[in-house]
């Protein structure tokens, strides 16, 4: 993060099941809209931090409910920024095969990170792969979500 | 018949229609159990002429595109054929951006796609 000034900042912890990270995807996502978002960003954010989170939960730690997800979220007039982090080993994410691959096509899994780095600005991994931090420009790109 | 939660089922000669519940297939539960529903079809009911019908679809993860590829492959073992119908362009972007486009038989709306089968 840059000395960027927020207006509203988000810290949240919780295991990793999926209904506590639905009721902080909808907190980022009510925020979004309180202050105006177009719906289609809207869209687009949920589909990313949706994938980011189920990736904590499931790949990250393994769906195991002793160990936590932690999301932050930073909201300035133009700006979203977002970080998920799990208690995981981490992964490589350029070792990840492109789902849009021939052979990788019929693959049920891999498409999550490809959705986040089309929806957001900018996806980053760091540490050992069990962060990632995620940023939405306002005004730029979406998905097209009613 | 199995009791469907997800899932609208419904025949049209030998097409088994499908149309589906969630507004916002997104919540990893009810992935879950959709997967299931949509496996059921093929695997217990022995229906292997499936047409997804996604007009009622706003929003769709990639674990639910995971669970269509999956149906497909079970469609595709019994020598069956899948279509998927009225893809807004917002989802069919999501379709695009993967590629599933090339993998899945998609069709504008349901009367051309029970027309192809």
């Known amino acids: ?146 | 018949m199995s009791v469907h939660r997800r899932l609208e089922v419904s025949e049209v000669g030998d097409v088994t229609v499908v149309r589906f519940v969630d507004r916002k297939i997104l919540d990893e539960a009810n992935i879950q159990e959709l997967g299931q529903e949509l496996f059921q079809l093929v695997e217990k009911e022995g229906r292997t002429r499936l047409l997804l019908n996604f007009a009622t679809v706003d929003f769709l993860s990639s674990a639910a595109l995971g669970k269509l590829i999956t149906l497909d492959k079970k469609v595709k073992a019994k020598a069956g054929t899948l279509k998927l119908s009225n893809i807004r362009p917002e989802i069919y972007e999501v379709f695009m951006i993967t590629n599933l486009n090339k993998l899945f038989d998609i069709k504008d709306d349901e009367a051309d796609a029970l027309a192809a089968f």
């Open chain 1, 1 to 146: 993060m840059t000395d960027q000034v927020w207006q509203w900042e988000m810290h949240q912890r919780f295991p990793s099941e999926t209904g506590a990270g639905r009721r902080v995807l909808n907190e980022v996502l009510d925020r979004l809209r309180a202050d105006g978002w177009a719906e289609q960003e809207i869209c687009g954010v949920h589909l990313a931090l949706e994938e980011a989170i189920v990736n904590a939960i499931r790949h990250g730690n393994g769906s195991d409910p002793e160990k936590q997800v932690c999301v932050a979220c930073c909201l300035a007039v133009d700006r979203l920024w977002l970080e998920v982090i799990d208690e995981g080993p981490g992964f490589n994410p350029q070792a990840v095969p492109d789902p849009r691959d021939p052979e990788n096509l019929d693959i049920p899994s891999g498409r999550g990170l490809l959705l986040m780095r089309h929806f957001m600005s900018r996806v980053e991994y760091h540490d050992r792969g069990n962060r990632v931090t995620m940023e939405k420009q306002r005004g730029v790109g979406g998905c097209g979500c009613p």
